[in-house]
């Protein structure tokens, strides 16, 4: 039996609430940094051993990834680029606004045109989790990541319908919990912080 933990990362500095994307900088906020600091404390609270924490290389998920692993003890802290954000074309840089309104994003099916679909953004995800999963098998692994990407990958899990993707439980700083039995196999998913 393996456990692996995904968090998103906490909230970020964008005073002009653009749509981010993978632009580079945007680092935490004191309040994200506070935001994971808590979420870490929770987490090792429930007597969660963490061996292995993998993350996005993106500032906000490294500096995430920084806190949770000072809190929660973890050695071994490695940056996975398929864990990054979805790559979402034209619309990164541009007032998120614009995104919600303008894109498709709420629409049903949700449609948003840029070069990654959902199901490509869920499978790259779930490459790097399987990967950490047979590098690391003897531990639990907290995966630190975005929301988009991780909810996708999640989705899938649960064989949720794509659409319904900007409905998904994961706020900033939150923790959902995979179980994977002794043929890998799922056997539990949910939110636990």
Same mark, same amino acid.
Request: aromatic share 8%.
């Given at each position: 039996? =393996? ?12 005073? &002009?609430?653009? %749509? ?18 808590? !979420?870490?404390?929770? *987490? ?24 949770? #692993? ?8 490695? #940056? /996975? @680029?398929?864990?990054?954000?979805? &790559?979402?074309?034209? %619309?990164?840089?541009?007032?998120? $606004? ?7 994003? +709420? ?10 679909? *959902? ?8 490459? !790097? ?5 047979? $590098?690391?098998? /003897? ?7 975005h929301r988009e990407p991780l #909810?996708? +990958?999640?989705?899938? *899990?649960?064989?949720?319908? %794509?659409?319904?993707?900007? /409905?998904? /439980? ?5 923790? %959902?919990?995979?179980?994977?039995? @002794? ?6 998913? =949910?939110?636990?912080?």
């Amino acid at each position: 039996m =393996q456990t692996v933990y995904l968090m998103r990362h906490g909230e970020v500095e964008n005073p &002009h609430d653009i %749509w981010y994307g993978n632009l580079k900088g945007f680092p935490l906020s004191a309040a994200g940094r506070e935001q994971i600091k808590k !979420a870490a404390e929770k *987490l090792k609270a429930t007597g969660v051993y963490v061996t292995t924490l993998v993350h996005s290389p993106r500032l906000r998920t490294t500096q995430s990834a920084e806190v949770a #692993a000072h809190v929660l003890d973890v050695g071994d802290v490695v #940056a /996975d @680029d398929r864990l990054r954000e979805w &790559h979402t074309g034209s %619309w990164e840089g541009r007032p998120t $606004k614009d995104l919600y309104e303008k894109s498709g994003y +709420f629409g049903t099916p949700m449609r948003i045109p840029g070069p990654e679909t *959902l199901e490509d953004m869920s499978a790259r995800v779930r490459e !790097a989790v399987d990967q950490a999963r047979r $590098k690391h098998p /003897d531990g639990d692994i907290l995966i630190v990541g975005h929301r988009e990407p991780l #909810a996708s +990958f999640m989705m899938a *899990l649960l064989k949720q319908k %794509w659409e319904k993707i900007h /409905d998904f /439980d994961l706020p900033r700083a939150a923790v %959902w919990k995979i179980v994977y039995d @002794d043929k890998s196999r799922v056997s539990g998913v =949910q939110r636990v912080i």
